[in-house]
């Protein structure tokens, strides 16, 4: 499977301020998610990243609050924008390999506080 | 709201027990996943079951699938305290388009 890595680890950021989490896979995947974990709860998916087209969002997220890219097949951004207390998440990316879309690899993830 | 409920929530254990985590669902899948979490790190895959199979091994993971009642199991033998961690379902419901809903997970303390 896909190693995949996150920058930063973590972080902790005032209120108001924006961070951009990093996410680089070995190899060329079709298919990457970001996906929200707050304290003590299960993962929400964020939004859908593919290569070449824009980032499909879930539910109750928007484009301006959390901007992504996705310039190749190897790296995404996902930016949490004008943050508050309640951004406090550990943030996911997943892959998913060609032929294997339903199966999905994760990186070590991004914990942030927002103080 | 999520797809997939775990229960229980949280399971102590002796090493060398089994453990037993459940997962129910909503909405017919295409499959389903399990995964590890170790403190607030990143998700290791474990493994999937498709919805045409009704059970999985692997080393010492058991994973069963019932659709009829919507739900899965997965079972860690002889356990070791490195298992501690909390352990997530995940679905891929049919027509989703390869995005996963994650149960809120169990947390499994296994006591040396």
């Not at chain 2, 999985?56 to 919507?70: A, E, P």
């Amino acid at each position: 499977s896909a190693v995949i890595s996150q920058k930063p680890s973590r972080d902790i950021c005032q209120r108001g301020t924006s961070l951009t989490i990093q996410c680089q896979v070995d190899s060329q995947v079709t298919m990457m998610f970001w996906y929200r974990q707050q304290p003590g709860q299960s993962l929400t998916l964020i939004a859908t990243a593919n290569q070449g087209s824009e980032a499909t969002y879930e539910s109750g997220f928007v484009i301006d609050k959390f901007p992504i890219s996705r310039p190749n097949l190897t790296f995404s951004t996902l930016t949490v924008s004008n943050m508050s207390p309640e951004d406090s998440s550990i943030y996911l990316c997943s892959v998913a390999e060609g032929g294997r879309y339903y199966e999905q690899y994760f990186g070590p993830g991004t914990r942030l506080t927002v103080t | 709201s999520q797809q997939g409920e775990e229960d229980p929530q949280a399971l102590s254990i002796q090493e060398g027990e089994n453990a037993t985590m459940n997962c129910s669902y909503k909405t017919s899948i295409n499959n389903l996943q399990w995964y590890r979490q170790n403190s607030g790190r990143g998700l290791v895959h474990l493994i999937l079951i498709r919805s045409n199979e009704r059970e999985k091994h692997s080393g010492r993971l058991r994973v069963t699938l019932d659709t009829s009642k919507k739900s899965s199991s997965l079972l860690i033998t002889a356990s070791r305290a490195a298992d501690t961690a909390s352990y997530f379902c995940a679905t891929d419901a049919t027509g989703s388009n390869y995005k996963l809903t994650f149960g809120k997970g169990t947390l499994l303390t296994v006591n040396p």
